[in-house]
């Protein structure tokens, strides 16, 4: 392919996209049966690049509507900041703290939890019906020293699992549809030098992902980054 080729086409390709953007026919009267062809199979491309935003839009709704139906149901608990709701990077992010789930060191959910997990159950149940859910625990870099884990990985991994337990088996929530995964303390959003920021890190996020990232989605060991970096792009 020439380089005057390569110029021509892609101005061909550059009128194409403006013009399908507008929402105007594409009129191929003056070009070549070739031309005609692959101006034809580029408009197809761009109206499906079309579409596949407004499948994005649609889902960007859905979540939008359901924060706002957890909010709802769990205002109390928010109010005590026990609970926070809000979009990162991953999708929609529910974020409680281990006070409420379990007891210090261990795993077993509390009788207290299971108001919060029916109400999350709820809305993935009905508004987020489909959608992949991603469980992951976190801890605080205290060292485990006498509850019996081996460390704070295997303690986080623990009370995930105790979670996406709760919601298949007691809430109905698809298993197909639900993963867990431990971070231990290698995830902060506070910092671990005061008692309130390692009463924030100990945690539980329950992540509604986004359907283009879902079959993607792999929860490995996660990057370095700073305590600021880890919160700043949760907004609620």
């Known amino acids: 392919m020439t380089q005057a080729f390569r110029r021509t086409l892609g101005?061909?390709?550059?009128?194409?996209?403006?013009?399908?953007a507008s929402g105007c026919a594409v009129k191929f009267s003056s070009r070549s049966p070739w031309d005609i062809q692959q101006l034809e199979a580029l408009s197809n491309q761009?109206?499906?690049?079309?579409?596949?935003?407004?499948?994005?839009?649609?889902?960007?709704?859905?979540?939008?509507?359901a924060k706002a139906a957890l909010e709802q149901r769990l205002s109390s608990q928010i109010a005590s900041n026990d609970v926070s709701i809000?979009?990162?990077?991953?999708?929609?992010?529910?974020?409680?703290?281990?006070?409420?789930?379990?007891?210090?060191?261990?795993?077993?959910?509390?009788?207290?939890?299971?108001?919060?997990?029916?109400?999350?159950?709820?809305?993935?149940?009905q508004e987020l019906a489909g959608q992949a859910v991603g469980i992951e625990g976190h801890t605080d870099n205290e060292p485990i020293k006498r509850s019996g884990w081996k460390d704070n990985w295997e303690l986080s991994l623990a009370r995930a699992r105790s979670v996406l337990t709760y919601l298949v088996?007691?809430?109905?929530?698809e298993p197909s549809r639900v993963s867990a995964t431990g971070f231990g303390e290698?995830?902060?959003?506070?910092?671990?030098?005061?008692?309130?920021?390692?009463?924030?890190?100990?945690?539980?996020?329950?992540?509604?992902l986004p359907k283009r990232l879902a079959k993607s989605h792999e929860?490995?060991?996660?990057?370095?980054?700073?305590?600021?970096q880890a919160s700043s792009n949760f907004s609620k």
Do not use: C, W
């Not at 088996?169 to 929530?173: E, I, M, Y």
């Open 46 to 65: 761009l109206e499906q690049v079309r579409s596949l935003a407004q499948l994005k839009a649609d889902e960007a709704d859905q979540l939008r509507a």
């Open 186 to 208: 290698y995830r902060p959003i506070a910092s671990n030098a005061t008692a309130d920021g390692r009463r924030t890190n100990r945690r539980v996020e329950i992540v509604v």
């Open 219 to 228: 929860l490995s060991s996660p990057p370095e980054s700073s305590d600021s």
């Open 86 to 125: 809000g979009f990162d990077e991953r999708g929609l992010v529910v974020r409680v703290l281990d006070q409420i789930l379990f007891d210090s060191g261990k795993a077993a959910l509390r009788h207290e939890a299971a108001p919060v997990l029916d109400q999350v159950a709820n809305v993935l149940n």
């Open 11 to 20: 101005a061909v390709m550059l009128g194409v996209m403006a013009v399908a």
């Open 169 to 173: 088996s007691q809430r109905d929530v």
